[in-house]
């Protein structure tokens, strides 16, 4: 069996103000997930949709969209993904009450999110 996608971010200089244009433009819901540095979680509430996330970019980072896909072992993951030519763009992380994730680049550079599944 694949691998799903399960959750998708949109991430940039001016968080709130993208959360109030993706909440705005779609009519998604969105709830406050951390204070500083900001994050909201978005729930599009369509049948067949996925739930995501609006936050601040990194420093220095313009901002970015991307997808996460659920796997059973990050560490693995990304060992197979650099085997293929991509590369680690970000080790295993424990989300504060949330899961683990990690990110990699893709051979042309676009940056895919993995988030641990049990």
Same mark, same amino acid.
């Given at each position: 069996? %694949?691998?799903?996608v399960? &959750?998708?971010?949109? /991430? #940039?200089?001016? +968080?709130? +103000?993208?959360? $109030? =244009?993706?909440?705005? /433009? =779609?009519?998604?819901? *969105?709830?406050? /997930?951390?204070?500083?540095?900001?994050y909201a979680?978005?729930?599009?509430?369509?049948?067949?949709?996925?739930?995501?996330?609006?936050?601040? +970019?990194?420093? #220095?980072?313009? %901002? &970015? !969209? *991307? =997808?996460? !896909? /659920?796997?059973?072992?990050?560490?693995?993951?990304?060992?197979?993904?650099?085997? @293929? #030519?991509?590369? *680690? !763009?970000?080790?295993?992380?424990?989300?504060?009450? %949330?899961? $683990?994730? +990690?990110?990699? $680049?893709?051979?042309?550079? &676009? !940056?895919? #999110?993995? @988030?641990?599944?049990?």
């Open positions: 069996m %694949g691998n799903p399960v &959750h998708f971010e949109v /991430a #940039g200089r001016d +968080a709130k +103000a993208l959360e $109030s =244009f993706y909440k705005d /433009a =779609f009519d998604w819901r *969105t709830e406050e /997930a951390m204070p500083n540095p900001y979680m978005a729930y599009p509430d369509g049948e067949g949709g996925i739930n995501g996330g609006i936050g601040q +970019a990194m420093d #220095g980072e313009a %901002g &970015h !969209v *991307t =997808f996460y !896909v /659920a796997v059973p072992d990050l560490e693995a993951a990304l060992s197979k993904i650099e085997g @293929l #030519g991509g590369s *680690t !763009v970000m080790g295993p992380v424990d989300v504060p009450e %949330g899961p $683990s994730i +990690a990110m990699f $680049s893709d051979p042309e550079g &676009h !940056v895919v #999110g993995l @988030l641990k599944i049990d």
